[in-house]
């Protein structure tokens, strides 16, 4: 998994969320609402199925570009 930044002390990742009360990784596939094109959704409202506390998650998007003279896939 590659480490994406740091919130409240708990890691958060490319490809899964945690809950920074207790530590339990909340299914993206539960959240669709989160993931959008551009990151424009404001920050969603969670409640955690373990411990049940509320908790709030803000996509964050950003992108790179590779430019090259020649083609790469030739």
């Known amino acids: 998994m590659m480490e994406a930044g ?3 002390g708990v890691a958060m990742t ?3 969320v945690r809950c920074p009360y207790c530590g339990e990784v909340v299914d993206l596939c539960d959240l669709p ?3 959008t094109y551009w990151g424009e959704g404001g ?3 969670v409640e ?3 411990c ?3 908790f709030w998650v803000q996509e964050d998007v950003s992108r790179s570009w590779e430019v090259s003279k020649e083609n790469p896939d030739e």
């Open 33 to 35: 609402e989160l993931v």
């Open 14 to 16: 490319i490809d899964e």
């Open 6 to 8: 740091i919130d409240g």
């Open 48 to 50: 955690c199925i373990k």
């Open 43 to 45: 920050p969603l409202d």
């Open 52 to 54: 049940e506390l509320m």
